[in-house]
C-alpha cells in the first residue's frame, strides 16, 4: 500500500520528537543569547548617548526627593574633579581591567573577621551599576554587574567610564553627577574647581545621603581633606593619564567667585544652611585637662631678665686738616 504523505511541515514532526527537557534547554539557550545580545547593544547606545535614568533615580523620583542631574561631558569637568574621585575610590582606574582583585581580596578578609563591611568596588563596577542595574547586594546583581563592567571596559574605555560615573554618581539628596553638586553646594559648574571642592564632594560618593558636602563633620571632614592631599600625588604619578590619552587638556582654572545664591534643587531642604568649614581642623582640648589661661600661664614662667647690650667702641679721632 502506497503511503499517505502527511500534512504536519517536516520542522513540526522534528519538534514534536524532542522531549520537554530539550525543548526547555533549548527555550533557555535561546533567552540567555538574547539578553546577551540586548545588553551589548544596550551598552553601544550608552557608549554615545548619556544614561536618560537609571534605577536610582526611579527610586528618588517615586520616594518624592526629585532627581536632578546637570551632564557636563569630561572634556569640561575640572581635572582636580577627576584626579579626587580617582584618589578617592580607586587608584589603579587606569591600570586594571574592570576589577581591583586585591582590593576585593582585601574586602573579604576585613568583611569575615565581622569588622564594617567594606567593599572593593572600582569605578568601572560602580559605572556599570548606576547605569544598568539597581542598589543593593545579591549574587543575581553582582553577576550582573560583572558582566556589565567586562563590556564597558572593553567598548567604551576609560575615558568613557569617567565621564558617565562623574555625571550619574550620586552626589546628595535628589542631585546626580558633579556638575549638579558643585552647583548646589558651591554655586558654580563643575568645569573649575578648587581641590576641596572636589575631595569634599569625592568625600560623600560613598553615602551620598547621610554625608554632607556643605558643612562636614568628623570622618567625611578629615576624609575630605586625606583626599584634598592625595590630589597632588595622583597628578605627580600620571594616575589619571588614560582619562586623557590623545585628547585635548582643557587649562586648569580657579573656580569662579558664586554669584548670588546656589540653584535651589530637590532635596535642599534636609541640609544644613551653615557656610562652608574652613579646611584647618580646629584644636580640641581634653575636657580632663584644665584650661591654662594666659595671665596664669605668664605667672608660670620666669621673668625676663633685663637685655644689657655691650657698650659700642669709641669712635676714632680723625684730624681734619682745614684748607
Known amino acids: 500500500m502506497a503511503k499517505t504523505k502527511s500534512s504536519i511541515p517536516p520542522y513540526r514532526r522534528r519538534g514534536r520528537q524532542r522531549g520537554l527537557p530539550a525543548r526547555l534547554a533549548i527555550g533557555l539557550v535561546r533567552i540567555v543569547l538574547g539578553l546577551i545580545v540586548l545588553s551589548v547593544l544596550w551598552v553601544l547606545v550608552y557608549r554615545f548617548v548619556p544614561p536618560p535614568i537609571t534605577a536610582t533615580m526611579l527610586s528618588d523620583l517615586i520616594a518624592g526627593r526629585g532627581a536632578t542631574r546637570d551632564w557636563m561631558?569630561?572634556?569640561?569637568?575640572?581635572?582636580?574633579?577627576?584626579?579626587?574621585?580617582?584618589?578617592?575610590?580607586?587608584?589603579?582606574?587606569?591600570?586594571?581591567?574592570?576589577?581591583?582583585?586585591?582590593?576585593?581580596?582585601?574586602?573579604?578578609?576585613?568583611?569575615?573577621?565581622?569588622?564594617?563591611?567594606?567593599?572593593?568596588?572600582?569605578?568601572?563596577?560602580?559605572?556599570?551599576?548606576?547605569?544598568?542595574?539597581?542598589?543593593?547586594?545579591?549574587?543575581?546583581?553582582?553577576?550582573?554587574?560583572?558582566?556589565?563592567?567586562?563590556?564597558?571596559?572593553?567598548?567604551w574605555g576609560k575615558r568613557r567610564i569617567m565621564e558617565v560615573y562623574l555625571n550619574l554618581a550620586e552626589t546628595g539628596i535628589g542631585t546626580y553627577g558633579v556638575n549638579a553638586g558643585s552647583q548646589r553646594y558651591y554655586g558654580h559648574d563643575a568645569s573649575a574647581m578648587s581641590g576641596i571642592e572636589a575631595a569634599r564632594i569625592a568625600a560623600v560618593l560613598p553615602l551620598p545621603k547621610k554625608r554632607g558636602v556643605k558643612s562636614p563633620k568628623g570622618f567625611t571632614?578629615?576624609?575630605?581633606?586625606?583626599?584634598?592631599?592625595?590630589?597632588?600625588?595622583?597628578?605627580?604619578?600620571?594616575?589619571?593619564?588614560?582619562?586623557?590619552?590623545?585628547?585635548?587638556?582643557?587649562?586648569?582654572?580657579?573656580?569662579?567667585?558664586?554669584?548670588?545664591?546656589?540653584?535651589?534643587?530637590?532635596?535642599?531642604?534636609?541640609?544644613?544652611?551653615?557656610?562652608?568649614?574652613?579646611?584647618?581642623?580646629?584644636?580640641?582640648?581634653?575636657?580632663?585637662?584644665?584650661?591654662?589661661?594666659?595671665?596664669?600661664?605668664?605667672?608660670?614662667?620666669?621673668?625676663?631678665e633685663p637685655v644689657i647690650e655691650p657698650a659700642s667702641p669709641p669712635e676714632p679721632v680723625t684730624n681734619e686738616l682745614t684748607t
Open 73 to 155: 561631558p569630561i572634556s569640561q569637568i575640572d581635572r582636580d574633579m577627576v584626579r579626587a574621585a580617582i584618589a578617592a575610590e580607586d587608584g589603579k582606574f587606569c591600570s586594571h581591567d574592570g576589577f581591583d582583585y586585591e582590593a576585593i581580596e582585601d574586602a573579604i578578609k576585613r568583611n569575615a573577621s565581622g569588622g564594617r563591611i567594606r567593599g572593593g568596588s572600582t569605578i568601572s563596577q560602580q559605572t556599570a551599576k548606576n547605569a544598568f542595574l539597581w542598589q543593593g547586594g545579591g549574587y543575581v546583581r553582582k553577576g550582573a554587574e560583572a558582566w556589565f563592567t567586562l563590556l564597558i571596559e572593553k567598548l
Open 221 to 304: 571632614r578629615r576624609y575630605g581633606g586625606t583626599i584634598s592631599a592625595r590630589i597632588g600625588q595622583v597628578s605627580r604619578d600620571g594616575l589619571d593619564a588614560c582619562v586623557y590619552k590623545g585628547a585635548a587638556v582643557a587649562p586648569e582654572r580657579s573656580p569662579p567667585e558664586p554669584k548670588g545664591k546656589p540653584r535651589p534643587l530637590p532635596g535642599q531642604e534636609y541640609e544644613s544652611p551653615q557656610l562652608l568649614p574652613p579646611v584647618e581642623e580646629p584644636v580640641v582640648v581634653p575636657d580632663e585637662s584644665p584650661l591654662v589661661t594666659e595671665p596664669a600661664l605668664n605667672e608660670l614662667l620666669p621673668p625676663e
